[in-house]
C-alpha cells in the first residue's frame, strides 16, 4: 500500500478530475485540509476565477474523497518541531510535512514552499506521480 499526503490543491484536483485511487492506495492529510479547501475555493470565486455554484460542487465533491485526516496530540507535536526546526513564521506547512512524515510515503504537492519544507524529512513529489496510480 502507498500512502499519499495530499495538500489542499492537489485535493481540489482529485475532486476536479473525478478521480479516485485503488483500494491499494490512501490518502492522507492535517486535519485543516478540509479549511484550506475551502479557503482556496473561496479565494477562487473571489478572484473570478470560478463561479460560485461550480465552487461548491467542487467543495461537496471533495467531500467524498477518502482520505484520513490527522490532528492528535502527535501530529501537532511533530509540526511544532519541524516549523522550531525550520524557522518557519508559523505551523501551517509543518503540519502537512508532520502528516507526510509519520503517515505516508510520499507528499504530493505542486507548492514550491511546502516541497523545500518537506525536503528533509519525507520525499516530496507533484501531481504526476499521484495521477499514475489514479483509477
Known sequence: MTRFAIDAPVALR???D????????QLVGPGSLRSDLLSLLYGQV?????????????LDR????????????VSRRVAWRIATE???????LAEYVAVATLQADVLV?????LTRAAGPYVRATGWTELATVLA
Not at 18 to 25: I, R, V
Request: aromatic share 0%; no cysteine.
Open 109 to 113: 504537492t505542486d507548492g514550491s514552499e
Open 86 to 92: 525550520l524557522g518557519l513564521p508559523d505551523t501551517h
Open 18 to 25: 473525478g478521480a479516485t485511487l485503488g483500494a491499494e492506495h
Open 46 to 58: 473571489r478572484s473570478g476565477e470560478l463561479e460560485e455554484r461550480a465552487a461548491l460542487e467542487l
Open 14 to 16: 482529485l475532486a476536479q
Open 62 to 73: 471533495s467531500a467524498s474523497l477518502t482520505m484520513r485526516l490527522l490532528a492528535d496530540r
